[in-house]
């Protein structure tokens, strides 16, 4: 009913009319990388210096519920985009302590970061605007990977090497089960 309402959609077709051309806006994407669903994704991933977290909270009366944080990541030195979420935690945070009660999570990393949609001024929300969800286990970054995780973190936000050592920072990553993008 909202769509016929809105005079779109299958419901406001009229007889005789075709399909809906697959992508609903037509619109070229300046500097997104490889074309196509993938390229937007990886473009995503390799841009994007933050995302909100998704976690099941652990911890008193919201035990259970949904629960949500945003934080800074990366997915490598920019010459050296992996696609791998890496996080700088601190067990202080709430979305930390979730996670290292139950690891499962989601990212979700919004085209906000890119040119197009201020380009264009059109709101982060707008469907024109991708968004990327990545849902799979946060983990403690293996003692091998260390070094690569702080390359990655560092060289793409400086100012957390001067973030209170007093809170006691580690490394995590996704390890991606799911990838889901809205790319219309």
């Not at 806006?25 to 991933?45: H, I, N």
């Not at 799911?178 to 219309?184: A, D, P, R, T």
Request: hydrophobic share 35%; with cysteine.
């Amino acid at each position: 009913r909202e769509d016929a309402a809105l005079g779109s959609g299958p419901a406001a077709r009229r007889p005789g009319q075709g399909a809906a051309p697959s992508r609903m806006f037509s619109y070229r994407r300046e500097g997104g990388g490889a074309p196509g669903r993938a390229g937007t994704a990886r473009f995503l991933a390799q841009h994007n210096t933050w995302g909100f977290v998704a976690t099941r909270a652990a911890r008193g009366k919201i035990q259970g519920m949904p629960y949500g944080n945003c934080l800074l990541l990366s997915d490598g030195p920019i010459n050296n985009s992996t696609g791998i979420p890496f996080f700088y935690v601190t067990p202080k945070d709430n979305t930390v302590t979730d996670l290292l009660k139950n690891p499962m999570a989601s990212l979700t990393l919004p085209e906000a970061d890119g040119n197009f949609c201020r380009k264009n001024v059109i709101d982060p929300e707008d469907p024109r605007c991708a968004r990327l969800t990545l849902t799979g286990q946060m983990v403690t970054v293996p003692p091998e990977e260390v070094e690569f995780a702080k390359q990655a973190m560092f060289s793409r936000h400086p100012v957390v090497r001067k973030w209170p050592r007093s809170y006691e920072w580690f490394f995590m990553k996704m390890n991606i089960e799911h990838i889901w993008l809205q790319s219309w």
